[in-house]
Each structure stands twice: as structure tokens, then as C-alpha cells.
């Protein structure tokens, strides 16, 4: 009998001193991000004496269990293969939302300037996202098939892959 009600002492001072057990909980659930879109390219007449941009769009739908609690942010993005990046983030020029419609297979629906400036951490829901990024240089033809992007801001970084990217024409 002694024995048991020692061993009942030292559980209340384990419960008091230190907490009933709990699980590991995360902040934030995770995200889920879905590609939609990728194009790539540079831009038409660009002086000979300057190196020629490069650029990459991607559409993403992001949909988030809660509202997130900071801003989104890119922290990495490379075009490339499976086995390597053939061209990286030098810098990011926009993060806009879009309407949250079916796909379009019309590559201008995603490369126009249309949209709404993310200003402020994501709502919960799906939100439709284009990024576009500036690369450090343009990659050699035919060296593209996928594009690899982390995104923070989101709980914890998320990275998203995705393939079928195009080249559009300059």
C-alpha cells in the first residue's frame, strides 16, 4: 500500500511541476499549394551593350486551413530539370492575386498585368497567386521542363514543383 500511494505522490508532483503530457501541435496548418501555370522568357529589343532579362511567371492556388499571419514571400525559385536549376531567383517583380477561376489554356490569361497586389497575409481559403521573378541569366534552349518555388509566410516553407513549362516567344 505504501508503494502505491508513494508512486501516486510523485505523479502529482510530475503533473504540477512539469504539465499533463501533450502532443507536439504545429502554429499553423500546413498550406497546400497547387501548380496551375509556369512561362518563361525574355523580352524583345534589349540593348546589345546590357544583358538580356529573364523572366518566369507562375500561378499557383494556395489554399490555407486558417489565415496566415504574415506576408508571402518567395524565398527561392529556379527553372531547370530534374537533376539540377539551370537559372535562379535574382529578384522578385510582383505577387498578385487573381480571380479563383478554372484554368485557362490561353497562356496571355496568366501573363497579363492583371491583378490585385498581395498587401497583406493570405485569408483562409483558396487564393489564386501569380508570381513573377526576374532569373540571374537565360537558360539554354530546351534545358527548361519544370520550375522549383518556396514560398514562406505560409505557417512553414512550402516548396511547390511544377512542370510544363512554356517559352513564350520574344
Not at 63 to 73: F, T
Not at 134 to 149: C, F, S, T, W
Request: overall charge negative; aromatic content about 6%.
Amino acid at each position: 500500500m505504501k508503494l502505491c500511494s508513494g508512486i501516486g505522490i510523485l505523479f502529482l508532483i510530475a503533473t504540477f511541476s512539469f504539465g499533463p503530457a501533450r502532443a507536439a501541435q504545429r502554429s499553423t496548418p500546413l498550406a497546400r499549394v497547387t501548380h496551375v501555370f509556369c512561362d518563361h522568357g525574355g523580352v524583345g529589343l534589349w540593348p546589345d551593350n546590357e544583358p538580356s532579362p529573364y523572366y518566369a511567371i507562375v500561378v499557383v492556388d494556395i489554399d490555407l486551413p486558417v489565415a496566415a499571419q504574415s506576408m508571402l514571400e518567395v524565398s527561392k525559385f529556379a527553372l531547370g530539370d530534374a537533376g539540377s536549376d539551370k537559372a535562379s531567383l535574382k529578384n522578385v517583380e510582383s505577387i498578385v492575386k487573381l480571380e479563383v477561376v478554372p484554368p485557362s489554356p490561353q497562356d496571355a490569361t496568366y501573363e497579363n498585368p492583371a491583378g490585385v497586389p498581395v498587401t497583406a497575409p493570405l485569408p483562409a481559403g483558396v487564393t489564386r497567386i501569380r508570381v513573377r521573378v526576374r532569373l540571374d541569366h537565360v537558360p539554354n534552349l530546351g534545358e527548361v521542363q519544370l520550375y522549383r518555388m518556396t514560398l514562406t509566410g505560409l505557417g512553414e516553407p512550402v516548396t511547390v514543383t511544377g512542370t510544363g513549362c512554356h517559352m513564350w516567344p520574344t
